[in-house]
């Protein structure tokens, strides 16, 4: 039997799993206790089977009111595809203006998700 302490992060309350499984995780050899909702045992099975992350960063504007913009992942992402995600976002820089919601990059990592901006960034106003 093997045994971990997850912590669930879907809903406010950040329930602390007492996790126990034998050979894989999957549905039938998962028990997990310590749960306040039913969120708490799909996340535990989950994190241990196919973990996910959201991606956030800030990119370059260039002509902005601000130097960055803000970015996150879509949705999640496989964890092992984090790094390469990362890898493909350096060096991005935008043009201003940007928009909420506005994809920075496509299928980062081919990973079927998008990179969305998180904040709205105004064409700096020219001077005089």
């Known amino acids: 039997m093997t045994r971990r302490i997850i912590t669930c992060i879907l809903c406010p309350n950040g329930c602390e799993l007492d996790v126990e499984y034998s050979g894989q995780p999957s549905e039938e050899t998962l028990v997990a206790e310590g749960n306040l909702c ?7 099975l ?16 260039r ?8 970015v996150k992942t879509a949705s999640s992402i496989p964890r092992q595809a984090i790094l390469k995600a990362r890898e493909e976002l350096r060096g991005t820089i935008v043009t201003a203006p ?31």
């Open 46 to 61: 989950e994190e241990l089977i196919r973990p996910k992350r959201t991606l956030t960063t800030s990119i370059l504007v």
């Open 98 to 128: 940007v928009s909420i919601g506005d994809t920075i990059l496509r299928d980062v990592a081919g990973t079927g998700i998008d990179i969305v901006a998180t904040r709205a960034v105004e064409r700096k106003k020219p001077r005089g």
């Open 38 to 44: 039913p969120k708490g045992r799909t996340y535990a």
């Open 63 to 70: 002509f902005g009111d601000q130097r960055l913009v803000s």
